[in-house]
């Protein structure tokens, strides 16, 4: 438990350094998304997730942290032995999730993203 606390001091310590860094040269909110996009991508979700609601570049970090999202669940599906068994429950429970929000994806404004051209 002491070494997870100093980790996490650690971490805080750098981060502050580098916000404020980002601040230095007008660039915090870059620094924070990238940051926050970083972290989440080597797995750090529970690091993250303060930094990821403080900052005010969330619509634009999102579509990044959807692809690291999408890569974390290839990942698992294709270093699983039953890889096949794995993909058809994750189709059926994509479906059956998309077609639960699919009354509430109607009030949605359009969204032109070049991550949903397919």
């Not at 900052?55 to 990942?75: F, G, Y």
Request: aromatic share 8%; net charge neutral.
């Amino acid at each position: 438990m002491h070494l997870v606390i100093k980790i996490l001091s650690q971490f805080r310590n750098w981060a502050a350094q580098l916000i404020l860094l980002g601040k230095m040269w007008h660039l915090s909110e870059e620094v924070c998304g990238a940051l926050v996009i970083s972290l989440y991508r080597e797995g750090h979700d529970a690091l993250t997730g303060e930094l990821f609601r403080s900052s005010a570049r969330q619509a634009d970090v999102a579509e990044e942290l959807l692809l690291v999202a999408m890569t974390r669940l290839s990942k698992h599906l294709h270093e699983s032995p039953d890889y096949k068994r794995k993909v058809a429950r994750v189709k059926e429970y994509l479906l059956d999730k998309l077609h639960v929000l699919q009354q509430e994806a109607s009030s949605l404004p359009e969204v032109s993203s070049p991550i949903f051209a397919f």
